[in-house]
């Protein structure tokens, strides 16, 4: 064991000895890890790693390079949370320990500024908007075979960033405006807030514009507030705490001066990370209260619709049946604890059916940006995500973070499987609504609100 001279986190919120004596080391969380089924090694475990988050504690071992790596390798997917018969808080234990990492371990050149780029440039949509014109005349220069097999042998974490990037159509390399308030379609129910994410509303922006529409249909008017940044899950992750901490602070900002029902965010990961506010800006005196609050409007989208009931009727998608298959998100499943509610929503929609791949629970190697930084576990993950979706043999994928749907269309890719299809349930749903709406509108005429929810959303 690597004796150190003292201990080797500082007094700031260091892991909590109480949470750690909570753990009983039964090894219940072993096989739900998906970094010891890859990596094999008792240290690469949640059980592991509480033994050296105490060591850590009482000094007995420093952040040497091969401490720090085995924290690195946890994703953070929160499934030892779920397995845990003693309630071990590993996600609080995790959260407190990479902010200690980050502080007090003097990451080598070429990480501190891969890890720079990612967190200067990732939350902050406008910084990389620009990014997407190069990235699209790449694209279409068909070079991408040729620079990949480049990258891999100088750099797989840069030639993973590569192989993540999705498609780029035109219409995405200009920022999409959005009303700051769009009416309900008919009586309103409630109104509510949407954040727009990040990277999704980049990458994915119709997942949005299906949100907007499904929600007015169903009796909401949306509130979108114009200045909204990151939610701060991406460096919350990761333990960039400061960073973290101003991005919650802005995000309660730009909400603050709506009355609203519910705030609702589609994209699992972020949901999370906004739910808990109220631990993140806990040490705040200005802003621990209304982080509170705030977290205690948050929803997942489809919690909040699972919750207040679809009153648009909903239609097939077409002719014969549809066969999908559900791809459980680690933040929505282990850490919001939501999975009944959206297989809820979408077999409300005729004609769909749902299925569900072996291994359901085991995460598919995006968590965050965990795809970026640990490329080769990552890669063995969404090999095995993959193969048990396509083993189901539904005709498309159903995922509800942004993450998850880059993770699954690169091995998608990888096993020739390209041309099978990744939905949002948004997107689904508002597809069911199609139907409805087109007669409801030849029957009543466009309204106001109508009008202004397609020019927003296209």
């Known amino acids: 064991m690597n004796v150190s001279k003292g201990p080797s986190f500082d007094g700031v919120d260091p892991p909590d000895p109480k949470l750690i004596d909570a753990c009983v080391h039964c090894g219940f969380c072993l096989t739900t890890c998906p970094s010891y089924r890859v990596i094999g090694k008792e240290t690469d475990s949640p059980r592991g790693r509480i033994y050296q988050m105490e060591a850590l504690n009482q000094g007995q071992i420093s952040l040497s390079a091969a401490t720090v790596s085995h924290f690195d390798s946890c994703l953070g997917c929160l499934a030892c949370v779920t397995a845990c018969p003693s309630g071990v808080q590993y996600d609080r234990l995790i959260a407190a320990t990479r902010p200690q990492i980050e502080r007090n371990y003097p990451r080598s050149l070429w990480d501190r500024l891969y890890r720079q780029f990612i967190f200067s440039v990732f939350p902050y949509p406008e910084r990389l908007q620009p990014l997407l014109w190069p990235l699209w005349l790449y ?102 705490l400061q960073q973290a901490e101003t991005l919650a602070r802005q995000m309660i900002d730009a909400f603050a001066d709506y009355e609203l029902d519910a705030i609702l965010i589609n994209a699992s990961g972020c949901g999370h990370t906004l739910k808990d506010y109220g631990h993140l800006l806990a040490r705040d005196p200005d802003y621990k209260e209304k982080a509170a609050r705030f977290a205690t409007q948050v929803r997942d989208i489809q919690e909040f619709l699972a919750q207040v009931g679809l009153t648009a009727p909903l239609h097939p998608l077409q002719p014969e049946p549809l066969v999908l298959v559900y791809q459980d998100a680690c933040h929505m499943l282990h850490g919001q604890r939501l999975s009944q509610e959206p ?92 139907a409805a709406r087109r007669f409801r509108e030849q029957a009543t005429g466009t309204s106001s609100g109508q009008a202004e929810v397609a020019e927003a959303t296209g």
């Open 139 to 240: 694209q279409k220069m068909g070079i991408g075979a040729w620079i990949r097999k480049g990258l891999e042998k100088v750099s797989p974490r840069l030639a993973a960033m590569e192989s993540l990037m999705p498609p780029l159509e035109v219409e995405q390399l200009l920022p999409k405006r959005y009303p700051e308030r769009i009416p309900a379609v008919g009586e309103r129910r409630f109104r509510v807030g949407l954040i727009l994410g990040c990277v999704q509303r980049l990458f994915a922006p119709q997942v949005n514009e299906a949100s907007i529409r499904v929600l007015t249909h169903n009796g909401c008017e949306v509130v979108i507030p114009p200045v909204q940044g990151c939610c701060a899950a991406l460096p919350h992750h990761q333990g960039q």
């Open 343 to 434: 297989r809820h929503l979408l077999r409300q929609i005729p004609g769909l059916e749902l299925r569900d791949p072996v291994d359901a629970a085991l995460c598919c190697g995006s968590s965050g940006v965990y795809n970026l930084l640990q490329p080769q576990v990552a890669d063995e993950l969404g090999s095995q995500k993959v193969a048990n979706l396509l083993n189901t043999g539904a005709q498309g994928i159903v995922s509800a973070n942004i993450g998850c749907r880059l993770q699954i269309q690169k091995h998608l890719r990888l096993q020739g499987k390209a041309g099978i299809p990744i939905y949002h349930p948004m997107e689904l749903l508002d597809r069911a609504l199609t």
